[in-house]
């Protein structure tokens, strides 16, 4: 009981703490709406899910997380969060203030490119290493302790844990008065979430 505790304590800290998946899922409200927000959350959830799969089966036949996955992973969110960086202060440097009455609008206009947010969401969890090393720690302390079921139980509720708490966030941002003041400073959040992005870029380099 006391090691489960811990776990949801420290999920919770980690979920408070914005990140990288935090900043993708702002941009892509503020750029194409709730719908795709969702797609995105549905992509980190999958992502963290495949992360969680990774580690365990690096335990069973391996013994030990595999280090060499950790350094490729690295590189690899390097380079995502610099191409999520660019994309953002492009964005910026177009970005227009819409008018309330045209949001729906824009949202219609870019309905085709929706599954595009789930892989963008994806691609944030599976290649952000700051994930799959805090999901190995956790998983290096359950794995011992627990039988298969329980195993699998934590899992699944790290996993739900997460998409709950990102569906709650796009469903407040995207509270009527939240949305026309995002709206209203879109040009500065957009630098921001680049600036974000390029932090968590500099971190990963560095580590």
């Known amino acids: 009981m006391e090691l489960f505790l811990t776990i949801v304590v420290t999920h919770f800290i980690a979920l408070l703490t914005p990140g990288a998946?935090?900043?993708?899922?702002?941009?892509?409200?503020?750029?194409?709406?709730?719908?795709?927000?969702?797609?995105t959350c549905m992509g980190i959830a999958v992502g963290n899910a495949i992360i969680l799969l990774?580690?365990?089966?690096?335990?069973?036949?391996?013994?030990?997380?595999?280090?060499?996955i950790l350094v490729a992973m690295k590189w690899l969110g390097v380079l995502y969060f610099a191409y999520l960086a660019v994309q953002c202060f492009r964005a910026a440097r177009s970005a227009q203030i819409i008018p309330n009455t045209e949001l729906e609008d824009v949202a219609a206009l870019q309905n085709k490119a929706q599954f595009t947010h789930f892989l963008l969401g994806l691609g944030s969890s599976l290649l952000n290493p700051k994930n799959l090393m805090f999901y190995s720690v956790l998983v290096i302390l359950v794995y011992p302790q627990y039988n298969f079921l329980q195993n699998?139980?934590?899992c699944v509720w790290m996993v739900?844990?997460?998409l709950i708490w990102n569906l709650g966030m796009v469903k407040l941002m995207n509270a009527t008065i939240y949305l026309s003041w995002l709206n209203q400073h879109i040009h500065y959040l957009y630098y921001l979430a680049g600036s974000s992005f390029i932090f968590f870029m500099l971190v990963l380099i560095l580590s």
């Open 54 to 68: 990774m580690i365990y089966c690096s335990l069973f036949l391996l013994g030990q997380v595999n280090t060499e």
């Open 21 to 39: 998946d935090f900043f993708l899922i702002l941009k892509t409200l503020m750029q194409s709406k709730i719908k795709a927000a969702r797609l």
């Open 160 to 162: 739900g844990l997460v």
């Open 152 to 154: 699998f139980l934590v």
